[in-house]
């Protein structure tokens, strides 16, 4: 039997529960004269020895360690390297780099992540729930790497974690007074450049932190600020997902006039650019009476700015100009020549053509200014004892996402003639204009003008009290712990938009005056597109008139006749109450955790096992529409309630193979609940009878339709994983390891928006687009991750200052998606999953001197399907991402004890962005062709930037 202090045992276990937030705060000072100790001891010994210093990126590198090791679960970890040296620009960007995950970006930042595959995660705030507005997660990249000392990943849950996601959660943890011997006054400024946008923004954080004692005890406080800045635009050149089908009637040259072939039924460039801050502080009070107790105070402000354009110039392929009419002077047939057809295709596809007449090309520029305010307070106590650790936690969070949009569209007063290549030499779409002038502001007419508003919300309190217990009955259970939580959510959403069209009384956009007309930013590094540049419209002058342009619209449409759609543009935006809902949810949850010890052999095993019981009463609230034959328009409320309980058990071992190898085995269950706004019961219906095609049915069946119609879904029930875990871990040295991972999940439920044949009682059939559940699935796969610095005795010591770490995941997974009858497909692929992902970095550190090179790839991926009506047309269809990859890299140097100068690059390769479309084609079912284009070629943001950090 081990004969073990509880106080140890409880620091050691505190390492691996996000619910005992302070694990692994050890203060940097600390971290040092510990090393300088063992140093001085070395030097007594033999004055020859080496000593590396325990500090930077090894003090890191030991503390992530450190999680790993001696955590209960499947945990990996970043640490800090000291304050506001988290890597990257982001929380979402440095997660990364951990084994097992995949993230996506936009806009030159990582915005989504997936664990394993699975984007269905929870995320808490140094161990307590925390999410932004009315999502149930946390958006990661609003915090700024600046605030945070360290991230954790569970891959795998036990009874006492805020229950995980499906995918897992993730932990974000900032630091404390007490985490300091002392005084403490850090912090640091930043500067980056972005060569897309062609500016450079700021950043910065300072941190301030203190203890004192006094006569109640030993008392601190620490306040941080961060602020992160960035200017971003990317810029892309596309073609569109779906294809049109050339007909007899158009202006086609011989000998091809009879059409029947496919081609993309628009090109385009779409480009982002904007400008995003986010301002964040958190502060922390912490009171110790005693060396048992320690009450905390403790809050953070999350936030976030947005100020951007989206451009988009559109030149249809196929349209016709329904603005003139058969009537008019101007031809509105499509005219096609100089067909060119790709290689292989028998004169089906088009790979390039001279295009003129039809549709004119289009344009929109959408200025948007959203705002993110999250706000969390918690206070909480803790009390240990030899053989008593008793802790509790009340927090109340609250937060708001808006966004506001004003879109002027535009459009030219004639259809020039494009030069058109489908597949240009990169694969992307490439157009020229034969005869236009993109800066010649007469061309352009007013198109219309759209407006919209989006607030989401969500609140809630939170409370929880865990206690754990040294049994004294032996290691075969040495240790109990068990609590209770109790949270109670609100969350909302209310939304309002409308748009003014009046292309057709072809205004020049000329005359109005107050629009100030100036050429758009060049998105692009290559010369391949020609036009690369039009006019439009000002963001100020855009928003500075928004008043003026509603009333334009409001006198256009009067005069068009269209009453009700110049009534909602009589005076400010309303919100539609067939788009809001709101939603309650309370939830509460006990559980008990167990923890034993065994000697099998010459081999001890810890065995953790726990079970966790969680009841939800949820109710959901909306408003259903339906418009009837004659078009009048019926509102009335919705509302659905639901009780559900959730029993998640799990049970795991840690197996000391030898000193420095162990190995974990684990089965658990997990949960993620659906999404407020899918729970909606709102259900929105047009009567109208048509007949539409059965996607079900491969023979081109058809199908009386009585109804259309949306709707939430208020009977969703969770998603569900059953997750089985092994891996084999050989610590080697302080920041040296390798493991091996291998895992398994049952999947069930996964939640996707699909169109559904219901037969109504009322409504008679209704063709339903809305959620649903997916029937159930499986993924599985392994990681392999290594880190360490070159200690080794066989090489020379000027290699000792070199590291590496690396890793890769490799998964498979796949599931059942429901059709429209009501059955399921067969087997495909989880949209969103790289087969493969890899993480290589190699950095150095001597002396004052460090740096780091990391590399990033990821396999491509599905977006999502497509359906072929004819069974024999094998192979993909939908839209998939190419594989991604990217280059970072960073270095430092350190003055003197108190400052820190550093220089940054990322997105080094700048490699574009691409997916693309497979679609299915045929003169009938029974011959049908795959047709694939790519979609997007995406230029993104490579950065440049220093700064300087400081520490007293």
Request: aromatic share 12%.
């Amino acid at each position: 039997m081990r004969n073990i202090p509880f106080a140890q045992t409880a620091l050691t276990l505190a390492l691996a529960t996000a619910i005992a937030p302070a694990f692994a705060e050890q203060a940097d000072e600390d971290t040092e004269v510990q090393a300088q100790n063992a140093e001085s001891s070395a030097e007594t010994a033999d004055e020859t020895t080496e000593i590396i210093q325990v500090k930077g990126l090894r003090s890191s590198l030991m503390k992530a360690q450190d999680i790993k090791m001696n955590s209960d679960s499947f945990v990996d970890a970043i640490v800090a390297e000291d304050i506001g040296k988290l890597p990257d620009v982001t929380a979402a960007e440095s997660i990364a780099r951990i084994a097992g995950v995949q993230v996506t970006r936009y806009n030159d930042e990582a915005n989504a992540i997936l664990i394993r595959g699975l984007p269905d995660i929870t995320t808490t705030y140094n161990g307590r729930e925390f999410f932004t507005a009315e999502l149930r997660r946390g958006q990661l990249q609003d915090f700024p790497s600046q605030a945070l000392a360290g991230i954790e990943v569970y891959k795998s849950g036990t009874a006492d974690l805020v229950e995980p996601g499906l995918a897992g959660l993730v932990n974000l943890r900032t630091r404390r007074p007490f985490d300091f011997e002392g005084e403490k006054f850090a912090g640091g400024l930043h500067y980056g450049y972005n060569d897309q946008s062609e500016k450079a923004s700021p950043a910065g954080n300072l941190l301030y932190s203190n203890r004192w004692n006094t006569s109640i005890g030993e008392v601190g406080f620490l306040g941080n600020l961060t602020y992160a800045q960035s200017k971003y635009y990317n810029g892309l050149r596309y073609n569109s997902t779906w294809n049109s089908i050339a007909v007899p009637w158009w202006e086609i040259e011989a000998p091809h006039q009879e059409g029947g072939f496919v081609m993309p039924a628009q090109v385009g460039i779409f480009s982002e650019n904007g400008k995003r801050s986010r301002p964040s502080a958190n502060f922390a009070v912490q009171w110790r009476p005693d060396d048992k107790l320690e009450v905390y105070v403790d809050g953070i402000y999350q936030g976030f700015r947005g100020e951007g354009n989206t451009d988009n110039i559109i030149v249809p392929t196929s349209d016709w100009n329904w603005l003139h009419g058969n009537g008019a002077d101007v031809p509105f047939d499509v005219k096609l020549t100089n067909l060119e057809f790709v290689e292989g295709t028998n004169n089906l596809q088009v790979a390039s053509m001279t295009k003129s007449q039809g549709l004119p090309p289009h344009f929109f520029r959408s200025t948007g200014k959203d705002y993110t305010n999250t706000y969390q307070f918690a206070a909480g106590a803790k009390y240990i004892s030899d053989d008593v650790k008793l802790e509790t936690d009340l927090a109340y969070t609250d937060s708001e996402y808006h966004h506001d949009a004003w879109s002027w569209d535009t459009g030219l007063s004639y259809s020039p003639t494009f030069n058109i290549n489908f597949i240009a030499d990169d694969g992307a779409a490439v157009f020229e204009p034969l005869d236009w002038d993109p800066t010649d502001e007469s061309t352009y007419e007013a198109r219309g003008f759209f407006n919209s508003v989006y607030d989401v919300a969500g609140s809630g309190w939170q409370w929880r009290t865990d206690l754990e217990v040294a049994t004294g009955l032996g290691d075969w259970l040495h240790t109990v712990k068990t609590g209770v939580r109790w949270s109670d959510r609100r969350a909302s959403k209310k939304q309002g938009a409308r748009y003014a069209g009046f292309w057709e009384q072809s205004i020049k956009i000329s005359d109005i005056e107050y629009l100030d007309m100036a050429l758009t930013h060049d998105p692009f590094r290559s010369d391949v597109q020609k036009t690369r540049q039009y006019l439009a419209p000002t963001r100020d002058s855009i928003r500075n008139n928004a008043d003026k342009l509603r009333e334009m619209s409001y006198n256009i449409l009067l005069d068009k006749g269209d009453s009700y759609g110049a009534s909602l543009w009589e005076s400010d935006l309303q919100l539609d109450p067939a788009l809001n809902w709101q939603a309650t949810e309370t939830t509460f949850a006990a559980y008990v955790q167990t923890k034993s010890y065994f000697d099998i052999g010459d081999v001890g095993v810890d065995v953790f096992s726990g079970l966790r019981v969680t009841q939800t009463i949820s109710k959901s609230e909306g408003f259903s529409t339906v418009v009837n034959e004659d078009g009048e328009r019926i509102v009335s409320p919705a509302i659905a309630k639901n009780t559900y309980t959730d029993v998640l058990p799990n049970i795991s071992f840690r197996a000391q193979l030898t000193d420095d190898l162990q190995m974990r085995g684990g089965f658990t269950q997990t949960r993620t609940k659906p999404n407020f706004g899918d729970l909606n019961p709102a259900l929105n219906i047009t009567q109208r009878q048509d007949t539409v095609d059965n996607p079900n049915i491969p023979d081109g069946e058809q199908v009386q339709i009585d109804a259309f119609g949306s709707s939430g879904n208020p009977d969703l029930k969770s998603l569900t994983s059953d997750n089985y875990d092994l891996s084999l871990e050989y610590y080697f040295s302080q920041t040296g390891y390798v493991s091996g991972a291998l895992f398994y999940k049952e999947l069930d439920g996964f939640i996707n928006w699909y169109t559904r044949f219901i037969e109504s009682d009322r409504y008679g059939l209704v063709q339903l687009h809305r959620p649903e559940n997916a029937a159930e699935g499986k993924l599985e796969g392994w990681e392999i991750n290594a880190s360490t610095f070159l200690e080794f005795d066989f090489m020379p010591k000027f290699m000792h200052a070199f590291g590496l770490s690396a890793n890769v995941t490799q998964l498979e997974g796949y599931n059942k998606t429901p059709k429209g009858d009501g059955t399921f497909e067969e087997d495909r692929k989880i949209p969103g999953l790289s087969k493969m992902t890899y993480n290589a970095a190699v950095f150095y550190e001597k002396d004052n001197f460090s740096m780091r090179l990391s590399y990033n790839k990821r396999d491509a991926w599905v977006n999502w399907y497509g359906s072929s009506p004819s069974p024999q047309l094998d192979g993909f269809l939908g839209n998939q991402t190419k594989s991604r990859n990217r280059l970072d890299f960073g270095m430092s140097y350190n003055i003197n004890d108190n400052f820190t100068v550093y220089f940054d690059m990322a997105n080094i390769l700048a490699k574009p962005f691409e997916n693309y479309t497979v679609n299915s084609f045929g003169p009938s079912d029974e011959e049908q062709y795959s047709v694939s284009y790519v979609q997007d070629l995406r230029e993104e943001g490579r950065y440049f930037g220093g700064g300087v950090r400081f520490s007293f």
